[in-house]
């Protein structure tokens, strides 16, 4: 993708900025943070262009928050350039906030106890996978990864507790609940398998230096 780089932009970005307040030692810095939130930009933008085409904006806000902060503490599999990541999130949140829009009706006819098996299944996943630093920044030691894993079942119980306390005939319970399972699932062996999947089949040309996702 010659003709759009995050990364070239981030860089631009990061040097222009760090001109600007005359701080050139932290050029590298500011770079890498330009090109994190240029990314971010570009992704929620396209994003939220199909949701309100789609008419599923309240799904994917709820997603959004929910894998954004679980994500943040528990890590999990990702793509390995940026137009790779963004993609499958796009597709990702899109099928999964259509998918629940259009069976909510259904959905919610269920027995609370399924929305309470999924909650279990979910925590029983974070519980049995640590959390996942990216390769290229791994936890420097066990004590931190450990404040990561009790950070992350905090953050899942609450949010389920969350979803337990609206109820099953509440559609943001049910998706609080459909994005801790996504989520759970990115930490899990197959889960890294589908998206290496998602990676190679969106791998039209070799190319380094885009942003991970």
Not at 17 to 30: F, G, I, M, N, W
């Amino acid at each position: 993708m010659n003709e759009i780089s995050i990364h070239k932009i981030g860089q631009a970005l990061g040097t222009y900025v760090s001109k600007k307040v005359s701080r050139a030692d932290q050029t590298e810095v500011l770079s890498f943070g330009a090109e994190i939130l240029v990314g971010c930009i570009i992704k929620l933008c396209i994003l939220f262009s199909f949701a309100f085409i789609m008419d599923i904006a309240l799904e994917v806000v709820i997603l959004l928050i929910v894998t954004g902060i679980i994500r943040t503490l528990s890590g999990g599999a990702h793509c390995s350039a940026y137009y790779r990541c963004l993609a499958t999130s796009v597709f990702i949140f899109t099928v999964l906030g259509y998918s629940i829009k259009v069976n909510y009706p259904f959905i919610r006819q269920l027995h609370p106890a399924i929305l309470l098996g999924i909650l279990v299944l979910t925590f029983s996943l974070y519980w049995i996978y640590p959390p996942q630093a990216p390769s290229d920044k791994p936890f420097k030691d066990k004590k931190i990864e450990l404040v990561f894993r009790w950070y992350t079942l905090i953050a899942v119980l609450v949010f389920s507790i969350t979803a337990i306390v609206l109820g099953s005939n509440s559609l943001p319970a049910w998706i609080i609940s459909f994005a801790l399972l996504w989520q759970a699932f990115t930490l899990s062996p197959v889960g890294h398998r589908f998206i290496g999947l998602c990676d190679i089949l969106l791998t039209f040309k070799k190319k380094g230096g885009e942003l991970e996702c």
